[in-house]
């Protein structure tokens, strides 16, 4: 297969690079209307045919066009927390700021996926002011998350000044970034950009990864590069059929991800973004798949699973549940009934041994 050099991001270099079949255009042209597709080198070089998890991940299909009744336009419930363009602002000492609505790659998934994409570009100069004179008048806000689009989309002269200005706000303790970029397009990560994050305040980045194939050797020297410049890292991943929706796959996930200096930080059960139902496992299977990795991964690859719930009301860890109370008492009052790493039953407080007084 030739490997386009450039970012794809036409149905006809999707067929060019025989990444769709001819006869599929006019159902991808009409996914690829409603939905920006991009697909990096980086991430192009690395995909072996339709149904593998990086291809999985972006090269459209028409599945995308079947609309579930539960999935919805906006399936987080951000509209209702947004006081000024390019903030949103749920939770009380954190808000989202969203400088730019573009993204190096276009996740067939995106929970974001009515807001994204070509045309929107980054916030204006005026619009960027007024949603930091937003941050400026709330004390409580103790940190910012720069999501979007992608934020290290951004070129190093333009964040620079967004970086000062964030810099120069007392309330503001810690400055966030939610990013692909060091993954999908690695290269992006240059000193120049690793100068423009060197703030006072201390930047922390969470890289949004789904496999351990998307870790190649440029992503890892990014990584690297970030963490050796004091940045903290954590990453998201989002659980997702056919693509990292297995023991083994999540297992390489995090372990790769550890081995890189990044510690997990939230799995994300699929949101209920329109045409994304292909992709939805169900809370169980997650559950399941969270209890397997428990007894045989070390605690510092294990992400807390969450569910953001639709409508606007946060997230919330979904995991499976080790503790039960039961209706046992015992001499030291109400007991509970534990669950070991590999799915043994024990009664805490434990039941007095011999020696007890
Ligand atoms: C996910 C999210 C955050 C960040 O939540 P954490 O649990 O701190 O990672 C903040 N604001 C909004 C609106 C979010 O959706």
């Given at each position: 297969?030739?490997?386009?050099?450039?970012?794809?991001?036409?149905?006809?270099?999707?067929?060019?690079?025989?990444?769709?079949?001819?006869?599929?255009?006019?159902?991808?042209?009409?996914v690829?209307?409603r939905y920006?597709v991009?697909?990096?080198?980086?991430m192009?070089?690395?995909?072996?045919?339709p149904d593998d998890p990086i291809a999985r991940q972006f090269v459209p299909t028409g599945a995308e066009l079947v609309i579930a009744p539960e999935e919805r336009a906006?399936p987080i419930?951000?509209?209702?927390?947004?006081?000024?363009?390019?903030?949103?602002?749920?939770?009380?000492?954190?808000?989202?700021?969203?400088?730019?609505?573009?993204?190096?790659v276009y996740c067939r998934f995106c929970f974001r996926r009515e807001?994204v994409?070509?045309?929107?570009?980054?916030?204006?100069?005026?619009?960027?002011?007024?949603?930091?004179?937003?941050?400026?008048?709330?004390?409580?806000?103790?940190?910012?998350?720069?999501?979007?689009?992608?934020?290290?989309?951004?070129?190093?002269?333009?964040?620079?000044?967004?970086?000062?200005?964030?810099?120069?706000?007392?309330?503001?303790?810690?400055?966030?970034?939610?990013?692909r970029?060091?993954?999908?397009?690695?290269?992006?990560?240059?000193?120049?950009?690793?100068?423009?994050?060197?703030?006072?305040?201390?930047?922390?980045?969470?890289?949004h990864t789904n496999h351990?194939?998307e870790?190649?050797?440029?992503?890892?020297?990014?990584?690297?590069?970030?963490?050796?410049?004091?940045?903290?890292?954590?990453?998201q991943t989002v659980l997702l059929k056919g693509v990292n929706d297995t023991?083994?796959a999540l297992?390489?996930l995090?372990?790769?991800?550890?081995?890189?200096?990044?510690?997990?930080?939230y799995l994300h059960h699929g949101d209920l973004a329109q045409g994304t139902s292909h992709f939805r496992t169900t809370i169980t299977h997650g559950?399941?798949l969270?209890?397997?990795?428990?007894?045989?991964?070390?605690?510092?690859?294990?992400?807390?699973y969450v569910l953001d719930?639709p409508?606007?009301?946060?997230?919330?860890?979904?995991?499976?549940?080790?503790?039960?109370?039961?209706?046992?008492?015992?001499?030291?009052?109400?007991?509970?009934?534990?669950?070991?790493?590999?799915?043994?039953?024990?009664?805490?407080?434990?039941?007095?041994?011999?020696?007890?007084?």
């Amino acid at each position: 297969m030739a490997r386009s050099i450039r970012t794809i991001r036409t149905t006809q270099s999707l067929a060019d690079n025989a990444l769709v079949r001819e006869e599929d255009l006019p159902v991808i042209r009409e996914v690829a209307e409603r939905y920006a597709v991009s697909i990096t080198p980086a991430m192009h070089q690395i995909i072996t045919g339709p149904d593998d998890p990086i291809a999985r991940q972006f090269v459209p299909t028409g599945a995308e066009l079947v609309i579930a009744p539960e999935e919805r336009a906006d399936p987080i419930g951000d509209d209702p927390f947004t006081p000024v363009k390019g903030i949103t602002h749920r939770y009380p000492d954190r808000l989202l700021l969203k400088p730019m609505h573009l993204c190096p790659v276009y996740c067939r998934f995106c929970f974001r996926r009515e807001v994204v994409g070509p045309g929107e570009g980054m916030l204006s100069a005026p619009e960027m002011e007024a949603a930091l004179d937003y941050i400026r008048s709330r004390p409580e806000v103790w940190e910012v998350i720069l999501t979007g689009g992608d934020p290290l989309l951004i070129s190093p002269a333009r964040l620079a000044p967004i970086m000062r200005a964030l810099d120069a706000i007392d309330h503001v303790k810690v400055i966030r970034f939610h990013t692909r970029v060091p993954v999908v397009d690695p290269r992006r990560i240059t000193d120049d950009l690793i100068t423009a994050l060197d703030t006072e305040t201390p930047v922390w980045v969470v890289v949004h990864t789904n496999h351990s194939q998307e870790l190649g050797d440029d992503a890892r020297t990014a990584l690297r590069l970030l963490s050796r410049n004091g940045i903290p890292l954590l990453s998201q991943t989002v659980l997702l059929k056919g693509v990292n929706d297995t023991p083994q796959a999540l297992e390489d996930l995090f372990r790769t991800l550890v081995a890189n200096r990044v510690k997990p930080y939230y799995l994300h059960h699929g949101d209920l973004a329109q045409g994304t139902s292909h992709f939805r496992t169900t809370i169980t299977h997650g559950q399941d798949l969270m209890q397997n990795l428990r007894g045989r991964l070390s605690g510092t690859c294990q992400p807390t699973y969450v569910l953001d719930i639709p409508g606007g009301h946060g997230k919330v860890p979904i995991g499976p549940t080790y503790i039960h109370d039961t209706d046992t008492v015992n001499g030291s009052g109400a007991a509970h009934r534990v669950t070991d790493p590999w799915g043994t039953h024990h009664t805490y407080p434990p039941t007095p041994g011999p020696d007890a007084g």
